[in-house]
């Protein structure tokens, strides 16, 4: 008797917890754009990859440069290395590419090596393409020398 | 043996007998034509990619993966099959190709590539093939579509354009020695060339 009572109150109370967080979330601006569960909002065309091989500033020191080019089928397997055909040390002269940097031939004790390092190997880990897509939601980020001036003007 | 050639030599010399001169000479005519044309279709059913595929070592290896490229889909839905690429279209070199490819009818009956893994074994020497026959030939076959001289270098990247009017230009480099893997898998590439 008591465990059944217990069994009724708690389904009871989360119920009224899904509703009510349900309600909450409903003025939430989501990628489904209010559209119901049970709907499908037509897919936004795909974007095109930039390709005009302009170099983007990097939006902080340690950020991975991002590709200025179009990397459709380019394979990068055990077999191959379709970037690394531009952009090893060897390649770069001819290619004129950016060399990859030359943190990419050290192993993680700082020993150089003769090729790209493995764990460096899968370009696309950290190197990406950009596409002329409108962002989704406005980006909110602050570099570090605009934080800095700011902070400046205000000790000033 | 000597007597047999004999034997068929003297008949051929001989004047027809039986068969009248307009009988040979229309008969031939039309007996021509069926060789010819029998020929020459069954030359161009084994040069369809329905043809091609018909293999299992074709359709599970390089066919499923020329799917995935611009040369089986893409925005105007103009594609390349496989003897687009594969055959020369000039019928000499037709013909010489189709005559190596006897090599390829006692690799099927011997199973050289019939699994993935013999494929992959493979891979290397079946590519570096092709990579040659191109070379040699100037890229031909891409040329047979990709008309140097209708190129217009202001639709193309800034890279594509610079490598396009300079190495290409020139003749210095074809197609294939930048576009290898354009329409298949590479294989292991180490030693090649550019890699």
Redesign the interface.
């Known amino acids: 008797m008591n465990k059944a009572m217990q069994y009724i109150c708690n389904s009871f109370l989360s119920l009224i917890l899904v509703t009510t967080t349900a309600t909450a979330f409903d003025d939430v601006a989501t990628l489904r754009k209010g559209k119901a569960l049970d709907q499908q909002s037509p897919s936004s065309p795909i974007a095109n990859v930039m ?3 302009i170099k983007r500033a990097r939006n902080y020191p340690m950020q991975p440069p991002v590709i200025p ?2 990397t ?2 380019y ?1 990068v397997n ?3 290395n ?1 970037c ?2 531009c952009h090893s040390r060897k ?1 770069t002269e ?1 290619s004129q590419a950016p060399m990859v940097s030359v943190t990419h031939y050290m192993d993680r004790d700082g020993n150089f090596l003769a090729e790209i390092s493995p764990r460096r190997y899968f370009c696309n880990q950290c190197h990406a393409t950009q596409t002329d897509a409108k962002p989704l939601v406005e980006n909110t980020f602050i570099d570090m020398h605009r934080l800095m001036k700011t902070k400046q003007k205000s000790d000033n | 043996m000597k007597k047999i050639i004999s034997i068929g030599w003297q008949t051929l010399k001989k004047p027809s007998a039986y068969f009248s001169l307009g009988f040979l000479v229309i008969g031939g005519f039309i007996m021509g034509i069926i060789f010819w044309g029998g020929f020459n279709t069954a030359l161009e059913a084994t040069n369809t990619e329905q043809f091609c595929i018909s293999c299992h070592e074709m359709e599970d290896n390089v066919y499923e993966e020329m799917k995935t490229t611009i040369h089986f889909s893409n925005r105007s839905g103009v594609r390349a099959t496989c003897p687009d690429c594969h055959v020369p279209h000039k019928w000499t070199d037709k013909i010489a190709r189709k005559m190596q490819a006897s090599k390829e009818v006692w690799g099927k009956i011997f199973g050289t590539i019939n699994t993935r893994e013999k494929f992959l074994a493979h891979r290397k020497r079946l590519a570096q093939n092709e990579w040659t026959r191109l070379k040699a030939n100037d890229s031909l076959e891409c040329r047979n579509c990709h008309n140097f001289d209708y190129m217009d270098f202001t639709a193309q990247s800034g890279r594509a354009a610079q490598q396009h009017s300079t190495s290409l230009a020139s003749g210095d480099k074809t197609c294939i020695d930048c576009h290898k893997g354009i329409a298949h898998q590479l294989p292991d590439m180490k030693g090649v060339e550019g890699w």
């Open positions: 390709n005009n091989d080019h179009k459709r089928n394979e055990l077999n191959t379709k690394m055909s390649r001819e």
